[in-house]
């Protein structure tokens, strides 16, 4: 299928792409783009499979950063595939949340072919801001990803198969590691400049400063060292569409993504999609309870299943504050004045999180799962 003079980061040089293969297609839609991967939905001139659209993801060698193109190994497309084609494996009550199915991997141009989730799908972020949930639906959805990657973590504690290839994603491993606690320090001393954090300068104590390049440099040995779970390590709702059918009803839940798949800390899965629904309760009131219905029923959900420890609740209150650091200034969700808010308080939550009493974790965000 490969043709190495074609840009696959263009309309025309997919449909060229595609011309003489099964899934040649007569319209395609761009979904994203520019940044390391580009994916396009297709409208297939033969149906495929009983399919007439498809979506196609190539990946780039690159990842554009502030301006800049930083390596990005396109490995991550092996470890993506073997993530879809593994998960469909997890044992589901319902068989509400899956993932995409594949059906074609180029390995040669970097492109995936898989499902398309539907043009009425919305990732969980967008569905969530535009309003288009209630608390009971909010319930069901907690309930289901909390199943879903609860389940996931048990399956792949038992699968050393999946443990023994997913321990090889190196690049994953670092890049996590890098993007939340390799970042912690130089955001709060201003040394990586963002504006919203400076005139006046955050205020952030030499002690909180301590504890924090403490817990940095061992949450990064944890990271890069795991060997024993199987984790997401991308698991927040800009990677999960939701699906509805004609009668409003939550009908699948999709999650993309998986090219950081790796074994890792299953508390940073759960704290990733934490922090990330708790901002949204934060800039978005609209959606406030419903947001955080979301979160109490997701981490109840997987503390049944899973019956996690204190420490494990600790790690995951500690990742949360950790993600609204190293996360929220860079990403535009408010005012100055509540991005520093948000910041603050999560040096707080992480700072009691690693170094707080039990009762403290109890009665802290994560309290549904304790």
């Not at 293969?21 to 033969?46: E, V």
Request: hydrophobic share 35%.
């Amino acid at each position: 299928m490969g043709d190495s003079t074609l840009d696959l980061g263009t309309v025309s040089g997919i449909q060229t792409y595609l011309s003489n293969t099964p899934f040649a297609s007569d319209h395609i839609t761009i979904l994203s783009g520019g940044y390391s991967n580009f994916a396009y939905r297709i409208k297939l001139i033969l149906p495929y499979d009983g399919r007439t659209t498809l979506v196609v993801k190539h990946s780039k060698s690159y990842v554009l950063a502030a301006g800049q193109k930083l390596p990005f190994d396109t490995i991550r497309q092996f470890f993506e595939v073997e993530a879809l084609t593994r998960v469909k494996d997890v044992p589901s009550s319902k068989q509400l949340v899956t993932v995409p199915t594949v059906h074609r991997f180029d390995k040669q141009a970097n492109v995936i072919i898989i499902d398309d989730c539907g043009e009425d799908a919305l990732t969980l972020k967008k569905f969530m801001q535009d309003g288009r949930s209630n608390p009971s639906l909010s319930e069901e959805i907690g309930r289901a990803l909390g199943e879903f990657i609860g389940n996931m973590h048990m399956w792949g504690r038992q699968n050393r198969p999946v443990l023994d290839l997913f321990e090889t994603n190196e690049q994953g491993k670092t890049i996590s590691a890098w993007a939340t606690y390799g970042r912690l320090e130089s955001t709060l001393t201003g040394k990586d400049d963002l504006p919203v954090l400076q005139d006046p300068p955050i205020d952030v104590s030499r002690e909180q400063l301590e504890i924090i390049k403490t817990l940095s440099s061992e949450r990064t040995l944890d990271m890069t060292s795991a060997r024993e779970w199987f984790v997401m390590g991308d698991f927040w709702p800009g990677n999960i569409l939701i699906t509805l059918d004609n009668a409003g009803a939550l009908k699948r839940i999709y999650i993309l993504d998986w090219e950081v798949a790796k074994t890792g800390l299953p508390e940073l899965d759960l704290g990733q999609f934490c922090a990330e629904m708790d901002l949204l309760r934060r800039f978005h009131p609209e959606c406030a309870e419903s947001a955080g219905k979301t979160i109490s029923t997701f981490l109840g959900t997987y503390s049944e299943l899973c019956r996690p420890d204190i420490s494990f609740a600790r790690r995951a209150i500690t990742h949360w504050g950790v993600h609204l650091v190293a996360w929220v200034p860079r990403i535009p969700w408010g005012s100055k004045e509540d991005t520093r808010k948000t910041v603050e308080e999560g040096v707080s939550l992480l700072v009691e999180g690693y170094t707080g009493s039990d009762e403290w974790v109890k009665s802290s965000f994560v309290k549904d799962l304790c």
